[in-house]
């Protein structure tokens, strides 16, 4: 019993550095020393006479034959551990839903889609909490949440992902910013800007995307993971850095001594998006879904495609 518990716990410490990208990421995530991660990574290779990750100085990535293997071993885990929850007498977790949400984009339609979602079935004990960037997929797969709407992030196979909606990105910027009285900014404006991620103490792989289109203009930024949104805007109103936010979010929440302006040009439009496990066999998850395409209508990106989804 005991060599079954050790494997299951490699196997956490296995699935979690893939989501991390790193064995010191999957350590914070686990509250263990990142030691005890590398340690029981390499047992388990050893056992497997197999190597699962490449090392090196940026993190860990799963080599080919790893990825195969960890695929196949994460279907079977997930399944055990739904099986094992199913028969360990969890009736009131059949009945509820637990929602994730990563950013400030999206609320005006989440606002919409709960109220909805309550008004149609109000046996349903929902459960909402904000997730970061960088914990939506493991989430998931564990079936900790039962859905995360994030801002645009990617799903890989395991997951199932849908876009129900686009919003403007607006810049939070102190009041005594150069740019605070223009009409708008672009992605070039934010050249040398200090980028802060609430509650996204990411590896690099993990991190938005929003970065990426920074560079993208030949600008430079500096991005710093901060412990929570209220620490995020403390340090825009301190003058540290600036913050990314939804429309609905920014013209809905006044803070003092800042201002928001619109973000214009590519890549100013940000998507809303699902991540569920198609595995999943909760009838209220379905339903959830169901509501959402109705409250979102039709929907298409920046080039004028449809909604995708992908499992």
Known sequence: MRNTKNALRRLDYVFTAVDQGSFRQAARVLHVRESSVSRNVVALEQFLDMQLFERSAHGVRPTGAGRAWIDVARTH??????????GAGEPRRRNALSIGISGLVGRAFLTRLIHRFRDLYPEVGLVIEDISHGQCLAAIRRRRLDVVFVRGAQADTSCCS???GHERLFVLLPVHHPLANEAAITWADLADERLLMPACPETP??????????????????????????????KVQLGQGVILAGECFARSVAIDATTWLPLWGENSVCPIKALWLGSNPKRALLRLLGIARNVAGPVSDERGSSRHQSG
């Open 162 to 164: 849908e876009t129900f």
């Open 205 to 234: 792989s993990a991190r938005p995307r929003m970065a990426d289109h920074i560079t993208a203009e030949g600008a430079v930024v500096q991005t710093c993971g901060s412990a929570s949104e209220m620490t995020a805007i403390l």
């Open 77 to 86: 885990y997930e399944g055990l551990h739904q099986a094992l929850a199913e």
